[in-house]
Nanobody
């Protein structure tokens, strides 16, 4: 499955953005869809993920502000980001993690989010 992320941009602190990730094929067989981010000079980190059954997981720094959702009919996963902070700045990557004999992870191309103070 190929992933295409969109929705990044420049926003002021306190604002909102919605990232979308469109998959080229069905995601109904994808165990976990997620979003990672990489801030300048920092390692890539998991931001949020959602399993096929609907359970979600968030990094502590975004809990209560970000919401991840997946639509297995439209083959997309979204990340609603509210109350954005400058430390949320980074390149956001959509991922698809699934098991085919071994665990595999596909990565999208990334979309840049810049939050100004």
């Amino acid at each position: 499955v190929q992933l295409q992320a969109s929705g990044g941009g420049l926003v002021q602190a306190g604002g909102s953005l919605r990232l979308s990730c469109a998959a080229s094929g069905s995601i109904s067989g994808i165990n976990v869809m997620g979003w990672y981010r990489q801030a300048p000079g920092k390692q890539r980190e998991l931001v949020a993920e959602v399993a096929n059954g609907g359970s979600t997981n968030y990094v502590d720094s975004v809990k209560g502000r970000f919401t991840i959702s997946r639509d297995n009919v439209k083959n997309r996963v979204d990340l609603q980001m509210n109350s954005l902070k400058p430390e949320d700045t980074g390149v956001y990557y959509c991922t698809a993690k699934y098991y085919r004999s071994i665990w595999r992870t596909e990565w999208g191309q990334g979309t840049l989010v810049t939050v100004s103070s």
